[in-house]
C-alpha cells in the first residue's frame, strides 16, 4: 500500500514531550497548542477525534472566539510535518479526516507508549512462567522509554489528565518490578532506589512495604520499623488514616521476627554462583552517632528534582577522588532554604551511617556563631570530653577533621554569614559531605556546589498554602487560592504564614485574604503569624548592608517596571556604569536583588515592597523625584538615539527635549531590539510620570519618549501598552494643560489607532495634532502627521484629498530641508496615484522615493520605498519586478523585528504571486502573514491575509476551504467598518459554492 511507504521509519513519543521522528531526524511539530493536539491524536489510537473534543481539550473554558479555525491552522501543519512529499490535491494519509473529525494512522510499533504496554505484558508473561529475571529486565526496559514527565510541553485538560494516569501508570509498573526484584532476592540492591521513591511518593503503602521488607532482609530490623513509624505519621498528618492492613500485618511480622519474609529459596540460588560481596568495614563504636538534625516538615512541598540532585551530590563514594561535597544553598529571606536542607539531610540519612552534626550559624544576626563555638559543640557530640577540646580555632578545625576522617558523617550549616564562617567548620575527609545555607552567595567557598534557591513554582505554593490551610478549603475557592499564593510572590515563608492564619480563622474565607493582600501598602502586615513575619526576615538582610548598598537597594525599588537594565540602574542611582555594578552585583550576592540575564535585575515582588517601606522613611520625597527623572531621561535618550537609527533622516530626534545621556547603539537592528527588550520598563516609566506629574515640564519627557519610541509601533508587539501609555500621558497633559505633551500623545495615540484600522478616530486624532502644531509652531512631527494624515485618509479612498495633504507635507520637508521626508511622502502617495487611475504617476513617485532612501543610506526608508513600489509594480502587471521588491524588503523587516511590516509584505507577495499563477507560493506566504497578524494581535492584517489566502486557496481549487477564509475576512472587514468589506461582498455574492450555486453573503 502507499501508506507504507508514508508511514515507513515514522515514530512518535508522548513518555516524555511530545516528539516525532522521521528514519532517525526530528520532525518540527511548531507550537505548544499545536503539539498538544498531536498528543492527543496519538493517545487515541487511530480513533477518530471531533473538532470539539479537540477544542475542549486543548483550550477549556478559555477558547478563543476562532478557536475552529486555529484548530484547523494546525492540523493543516502537522499534515505538512508529517507528509512534507505528499501532492498538494492528495488526500492525507496519516493525519486523516473521518467525518467531522480527524484521526491519524499510526505505523506498527510507531507510538513509545504502545511498547512500553507491551513491555509490560511480556513481564507480566514471564513472571507467570517463573522467569523471574526476564520479567525484571522487560520492565526495566518498560521504564527507560520514559524520558521525563510524559506529554512535556502540552497544554490544556487532556494533556494534563492523561499526564497525570501516565506518571500513575508508570509508578505503578515501578512498584512491581521491585515486587519482582524482592522475589530474585535483590533487597540490598534496591534499598536506596526504594529510600528516594518513598521520599517522592511518602503516601503510597505498597512502596513502604517494599521498603520494610528490604531493610528487613537486609538485617535492618530497627530501620524497617522506623519507615512504618514514619508511614504512619505521615498518613495520620496527612490523610487522618491508620495504614492499611498489609502494611499493619507486615510491621507485625516484622516484630516477631516471621521466618517467612526471609529471601525465598529461588533468590538464594539466583546468587548462589555470584562472588560474595566485600564487606562493609566495620565502623568505630568507641565514639557516639550523633543524630542532631531539627525534625522535618510533614507538608514539605516541591522541590523534587533539587532534592534529588543534592541527593546525588551528597552520595558520592569515600574513595571519590572529588573531595568532599559541599552544597551551598542560597536565596532570599523566607525562600525555604533551611527546610530544604533539613529535608534532603533526612532523606540522604542511609549514606551517612556514623551520623549527622547541625549547627544555626545565625549569620544574619548581631550574635553570629564564633567557628571556634560551632566546633566546641560537634566535638562535644562527637564525645570529646570538655577538658580535651583545645581553645584555638585553627586546633579545633584540626581535631575536628582528623575525628571524622574514615566516618561517614554529614554536616549541616545553617544561616551562614560567609565563608570564612563556614570553611573551618567542613570536614576533610571523602565519605563526609556538607550542607551550607546562606542568604548571601558562598562564591568563594572552595569546592562548593552553588544553588540559587528561588520561589516555589505556583502550583507547589498551591499545594503548601493547601497542606497548611487545609486541602478542602482551597479545593473549594481554588481561583482564590492561587490569587493569594500569587500575591505571596510564591515565597514558601509567605504562604506558610497566610495559610496558618486562615487556618486559625475557620470563619474567614479564602476569597477574603485577596482583597487583604491587594492592598500593597499593608501586604507585608498581613504577612505576619506568632514569631513568624515576612517583614522581619527581610530586615535581617538588609541590616547586613553598608549605606551605599541600602541607598541602591531602597532607591532601585523606585521604578514600577518588571525590571531594570545596569543601564538604567546606574542613572537612577546617579552613579557611573561600574560604580552601579559593583553595587548591583553586591545586592544580587546578598540575595536581595536577581540577575535574571547578564545586565539585567529585578526584585522579588515581597522585597520591593519591603525596600518601598525603608525608601519611606529614609529617602526625602525630592531625591526620589530626581531618581525617577534620571531614569526618565536615560530611557528617552537612549530611545532618540534608537529613533535616529531606525528612521534615519527623520527631523523627530532633534526636537526631543533630552537631558542626560543614554544608551549608544552601533545599527538600527540593536536599536529597536533594545527598544523591545525594554518595551515593558519604558511603558511602566511612562504612566508613572503621567501619574505624578503636576507641570509640564514634568510630563513633557514622557510624551518626547513616546514619541521617540515610534519604532516600536512597527514591532507589533506593544500595541496594547502603546494605547494605554498615550491615554495616560494625554489625560495627564489636559489636566494640567500642557498642549505641547497633548499634541505629542495625540501623535502617538492616532498611530495606535491606525494600527487597529480604526481610520475615523485615528483621522480626528491627526487633524487635533495638526492644529495644535500649527497653533504652537512647533515641527516635532508636523510633517509625520500630515503624511498621516494623508495615509488616512488615502485608506478611506479619497484620493484627491490625500494627494493633498501629501503636498502640504512635500512643502514642509522641503521648506525644513528633510529629503527623507520628501522620500516618505513620495513612496506613500503612489498608491493614492494609483487610485485614481494614474499608474504612471504611481511609478514615477515610488521609484523617485526609492531613490531618495537608497542616497541617503536610510535603511527602513529603502524597505518602505519597496514596499509601496512592488504594490505599484504589480497592480501594472511587472510581476517579477514586484517580487524581487517585496523579497528585498521583507529580509530587512524580518531582521529588524518590525513583524506589522512582516505580515503586510507577506500578504502583498502572496497577491503577486496570484497574479502570476503561483498559487502554491501565494498560499504559503498568505499562511505567514496569517500566523504573524495573529500573533501580534492585528485584526486589519488578519483580513487582508484571510482574503489573499482564500483567492489564492481558490486558484488551488480548494474551493470549501477558500469560501472560509473570504467570510472570515468579511466578517472582520465588517467589524472595522473597513472599506474592503464592500469589495468582499461583491466577491462573495459572486463565487459559486462546490454544487455550482451561488453563495449569499
Known amino acids: 500500500m502507499a501508506g507504507q511507504s508514508v508511514e515507513g521509519g515514522l515514530r512518535f513519543a508522548v513518555l516524555g514531550p511530545v516528539r516525532a521522528w522521521r528514519d532517525g531526524q526530528e520532525l518540527d511539530l511548531g507550537t505548544p497548542l499545536q503539539r498538544s493536539i498531536l498528543g492527543m491524536l496519538l493517545l487515541r489510537e487511530g480513533r477518530a477525534v471531533t473538532p470539539n473534543e479537540m477544542i475542549d481539550a486543548v483550550w477549556g473554558e478559555d477558547a478563543p472566539p476562532r478557536a475552529l479555525g486555529a484548530l484547523r491552522t494546525y492540523v493543516s501543519r502537522l499534515r505538512t510535518v508529517l507528509e512534507p512529499e505528499r501532492p498538494a490535491r492528495s488526500r492525507p494519509e496519516l493525519l486523516t479526516s473521518i467525518g467531522r473529525g480527524y484521526a491519524l494512522r499510526l505505523p506498527e510499533g510507531g ?63 515501578v512498584e512491581t518490578l521491585m515486587d ?68 499493619a500485618a507486615l510491621h507485625q511480622r516484622i516484630l516477631a521476627a516471621d521466618p517467612a519474609l526471609a529471601a525465598a529459596p529461588l533468590a538464594a540460588e539466583a546468587h548462589a554462583d555470584e562472588p560474595a560481596g566485600e564487606e562493609e568495614p566495620p565502623h568505630s563504636h568507641e565514639l557516639p552517632r550523633p543524630a542532631q538534625l531539627p525534625a522535618a516538615v510533614n507538608d514539605f512541598t516541591g522541590r523534587k528534582e533539587l532534592a534529588g540532585r543534592l541527593r546525588s551530590l551528597l552520595s558520592v563514594q569515600p574513595s571519590s577522588a572529588e573531595g568532599v561535597p559541599v552544597a551551598a544553598i542560597s536565596g532570599i529571606g523566607g525562600v525555604g532554604k533551611t527546610t530544604l536542607a533539613v529535608h534532603v539531610a533526612h532523606a540522604a540519612d542511609d549514606l551517612f551511617p556514623d551520623g549527622q552534626l547541625y549547627a ?58 560567609d565563608a570564612r564562617q563556614v570553611a573551618p567548620l567542613l570536614p576533610g575527609s571523602p565519605g563526609c559531605a556538607a550542607i551550607v545555607t546562606s542568604r548571601g552567595k558562598l562564591a568563594d567557598l572552595p569546592s562548593a556546589r552553588l544553588i540559587d534557591l528561588d520561589v516555589l513554582e505556583p502550583d507547589e505554593a498551591l499545594s503548601l498554602f493547601a497542606a497548611v490551610a487545609g486541602p478542602e ?26 495559610a496558618a492564619r486562615l487556618a486559625a480563622r475557620p470563619s474567614w474565607t479564602v476569597a477574603s485574604l485577596v482583597p487583604r493582600l491587594a492592598d500593597e501598602q499593608r501586604r507585608l502586615d498581613e504577612m505576619r503569624v506568632g514569631n513568624l513575619a515576612v517583614e522581619a526576615t527581610f530586615a535581617l538582610g538588609y541590616g547586613q548592608l553598608d549605606s551605599a548598598q541600602a541607598r541602591a537597594f531602597r532607591l532601585l525599588s523606585l521604578p514600577s517596571g518588571p525590571g531594570i537594565s545596569a543601564g538604567a540602574a546606574a542613572a537612577v542611582l546617579g552613579m557611573s556604569a561600574f560604580e552601579a555594578e559593583e553595587v548591583l552585583e553586591s545586592l544580587v550576592d546578598a540575595s536581595l536583588l536577581e540577575a535574571p540575564a547578564p545586565g539585567r535585575y529585578r526584585f522579588h515582588d515581597l522585597l520591593k515592597l519591603f525596600a518601598r517601606r525603608e525608601l519611606a522613611k529614609s529617602e526625602r520625597p525630592q531625591a526620589r523625584a530626581l531618581a525617577l527623572r534620571r531614569l526618565l531621561g536615560f530611557y528617552l535618550a537612549s530611545a532618540q538615539s534608537a529613533h535616529r537609527l531606525a528612521y534615519e533622516g527623520s527631523m523627530i530626534p532633534a526636537n526631543l527635549v533630552v537631558v542626560g545621556s543614554g544608551r549608544v547603539f552601533g545599527s538600527a537592528d540593536e536599536a529597536v531590539a533594545w527598544l523591545i527588550s525594554e518595551g515593558d520598563s519604558l511603558f511602566a516609566a511612562i504612566n508613572q510620570a503621567a501619574a505624578a506629574a503636576r507641570t509640564g515640564e514634568q510630563l513633557l519627557p514622557a510624551a518626547d519618549l513616546l514619541v521617540a519610541m515610534e519604532p516600536l509601533l512597527e514591532s507589533g508587539t506593544h500595541t496594547r501598552e502603546f494605547d494605554q501609555g498615550t491615554r495616560a500621558v494625554l489625560a495627564g497633559a489636559q489636566n494640567i494643560g500642557d498642549q505641547a505633551s497633548e499634541l505629542r500623545a495625540r501623535y502617538v495615540l492616532g498611530r495606535v489607532l491606525f494600527a487597529g484600522n480604526r481610520l475615523r478616530e485615528a483621522e480626528e486624532q491627526f487633524r487635533r ?31 484627491t484629498e490625500a494627494l493633498a495633504l501629501f503636498d502640504a507635507a512635500m512643502d514642509f520637508y522641503r521648506e525644513n530641508g528633510v529629503p527623507a521626508g ?38 527602513a526608508g529603502t524597505a518602505r520605498a519597496r514596499y509601496h513600489l512592488g504594490i505599484v509594480l504589480s497592480r501594472v502587471g511587472r510581476l517579477t519586478e514586484a517580487v524581487h521588491h517585496h523579497a528585498e524588503c521583507l529580509a530587512f523587516f524580518r531582521a529588524s523585528k518590525q513583524r506589522v511590516w512582516e ?59 477558500s469560501s472560509d477564509c473570504l467570510r472570515q475576512a468579511f466578517e472582520i472587514f465588517s467589524r472595522l467598518g473597513a472599506p474592503e468589506a464592500g469589495d468582499l461582498k461583491v466577491l462573495l455574492d459572486s463565487l459559486p459554492d462546490p454544487a455550482g450555486k451561488v453563495v449569499e453573503s
Open 903 to 961: 505580515q503586510r509584505v507577506c500578504s502583498r507577495l502572496a497577491e503577486t504571486f496570484i497574479a502570476a499563477e503561483r498559487h502554491s507560493d501565494a498560499v504559503r506566504h498568505a499562511e505567514q502573514a496569517l500566523v504573524v497578524s495573529r500573533e501580534i494581535g492585528h485584526p486589519y492584517g488578519e483580513a487582508l491575509s484571510l482574503t489573499v489566502l482564500g483567492k489564492a486557496l481558490r486558484g488551488l481549487g480548494s474551493v470549501t476551504r
Open 769 to 799: 495634532v495638526h492644529e495644535l502644531s500649527a497653533e504652537r509652531g512647533e515641527k516635532i512631527v508636523m510633517g509625520e502627521v500630515l503624511n498621516a494624515l494623508a495615509v488616512v485618509v488615502g485608506r478611506q479612498r479619497r484620493h
Open 473 to 498: 478549603r482551597v479545593a473549594a475557592e481554588h481561583g482564590a487560592a492561587m490569587d493569594v499564593v500569587a500575591a505571596c510572590g510564591f515565597l514558601p515563608l509567605a504562604v506558610r504564614i497566610v
Open 360 to 417: 544555626d550559624l545565625q549569620g544574619y544576626t548581631d550574635e553570629a556563631t564564633a567557628p571556634e563555638s560551632a566546633l566546641g559543640g560537634f566535638l562535644r557530640a562527637l564525645g570529646i570530653p570538655p577538658d580535651v577540646i583545645p581553645d584555638g580555632l585553627a586546633e579545633r578545625s584540626a581535631l575536628f577533621r582528623s575525628i571524622l576522617a574514615d566516618r561517614r558523617i554529614l554536616v549541616l550549616l545553617d544561616n551562614a554569614r
Open 822 to 859: 520628501e522620500a516618505l511622502v513620495l513612496s506613500y502617495s503612489a498608491r493614492d496615484h494609483l487610485g485614481l487611475g494614474r499608474p504612471e504617476d504611481a511609478i514615477a513617485a515610488a521609484e523617485k522615493g526609492l531613490a531618495i532612501f537608497t542616497e541617503i543610506g536610510s535603511g
Open 111 to 173: 507510538l513509545d507508549l504502545t511498547r512500553f504496554e507491551r513491555g509490560i505484558a511480556a513481564s507480566e508473561t514471564a513472571r507467570k512462567g517463573g522467569r523471574l529475571r526476564e520479567a525484571a529486565e522487560g520492565l526495566r526496559a518498560a521504564l527507560a522509554l520514559f524520558e521525563g514527565e510524559p506529554l512535556a510541553g502540552a497544554v490544556g485538560p487532556y494533556a494534563e489528565h492523561q499526564r497525570d494516569r501516565l506518571i500513575e501508570r508508570r509508578i505503578s509498573v
Open 180 to 247: 519482582v526484584d524482592l522475589e530474585l532476592g535483590n533487597h540490598a540492591k534496591i534499598v536506596s532506589e526504594l529510600i528516594a521513591l518513598t521520599a517522592d511518593h511518602p503516601l503510597r503503602e505498597r512502596l513502604r512495604a517494599q521498603l520494610m521488607l528490604a531493610l528487613y532482609r537486609c538485617g535492618r530490623q530497627g530501620d524497617a520499623l522506623n519507615v512504618f513509624t514514619e508511614t504512619r505519621e505521615a498518613l495520620i498528618d496527612e490523610l487522618g488514616i491508620e495504614p492499611g492492613p498489609e502494611l
